[in-house]
């Protein structure tokens, strides 16, 4: 929703004033609100109109996206060699094993019995319904999205949420696409088979903080190994370009982009993505970071009442204690340790 929000919000909206001038009238009715901070729906397009173009642009990409991985894993699938060279190799690994003292049943047959296929069906199953579950959620989320900000900009705690989640999701994609696009050109370049393939999965895998990037640079390791096309110089530099690639990013870019913005200790961030994993497998390990940044925001606004010390006291001193408020101390507690340095304005750091 993040992601694509700003597409929606240049289909839609157009600024009131644009560099200093008025660009376009402000509309009256239900819009005065929005008008009020810059923005104006004349010029723009209906919103059901906007939404449909976004979730055209997403499927165009996701067709082409997968046309490219299938043209790639045909080309494969039609080199012989390659394909004798994996049999070949699969065969080794069993009879090694065998040799060593491990014995290793292979059963060899043609075909597949109905229950391994309802076995095969239920997992393509799966994860369509959950494909389908998502994507009718996020569907509901863009036609409920009516002003220029997903949240109420009145509600300070929501826009600090937003701000923060909206930064970390657009730099974090920016990022993660620059790497798989890289890691997609240097292994295309060496010859590595299924490169487009590896370069999405580089993409994919390195929203998962710490451990994303470093298995997304071994996955390729059997393709590599076995291919008889390959020499090598080039199986070397297959793990050394995407790993130095992998590493910058991870180590120099990333924290010098998300370091104050964030400011959460790398503990925290790897707790979160093991609570956050273990809760929602995949998913939960993706979002393990915009979550905590939520989680720390929550805390930061969490506030206690003063209460009085005695029922009977004047009303007036009643009413000046309610008045104050203070840091919850549980939260705070909380937020101390989440956050790698307490001086960093977050919110600020993160809008500019």
Known sequence: MFLVSPLMNVMEFRPVKLLGKTGCE????????????????????????SVIVTLLCFFGVLAGISSMVAAEAGKMLDDQDFVDQITAAVDDAYQSLNDSGIPVLREQRDGYTPEEIAEFASIFSDSGNTFALITLLWIYLLTEKTRPTVFDATNATLSAIEVQAKNYVMLKTVLSLMT????????????????????????????IPNVGSMIAMFLP???V??????????????????????????????????????NLTAMSIL????????????????????????QKILLQKTNREAQPFCSKQH??????????????????????????????????????
């Open 225 to 262: 190994i076995v291919d008889p096309g390959l020499e090598d110089w080039q199986k070397v530099l297959a793990f050394v370009g995407p790993g130095i690639v992998q590493g910058a990013v991870g180590n120099a870019v990333e924290p010098a982009v998300f370091g104050k913005s964030l």
């Open 271 to 294: 707790g979160a993505l093991v609570i956050w994993s273990a809760l929602w497998g995949l998913m939960g390990a993706i979002l393990s970071v915009p979550l905590l940044g939520i």
């Open 26 to 49: 402000p509309t009256k009715g239900i819009d005065e609100e929005d008008d009020a901070r810059g923005w104006s729906t004349k010029g723009g397009l209906p919103h059901g109109l």
């Open 221 to 223: 390791m059997p393709i």
């Open 180 to 207: 798989g696009v890289l890691v997609a050109l240097i292994l295309g370049l060496l010859g590595v088979k299924l490169a487009v393939m590896w370069g999405i999965l580089s993409f994919v895998l390195n929203f």
């Open 315 to 352: 009303p007036l001193r009643q009413a000046k204690l309610a008045a104050r408020v203070h840091a919850d101390p549980f939260a705070k507690v909380c937020v101390m340790m989440i956050r790698e340095d307490p001086t960093v304005d977050e919110t600020a750091l993160a809008s500019g």
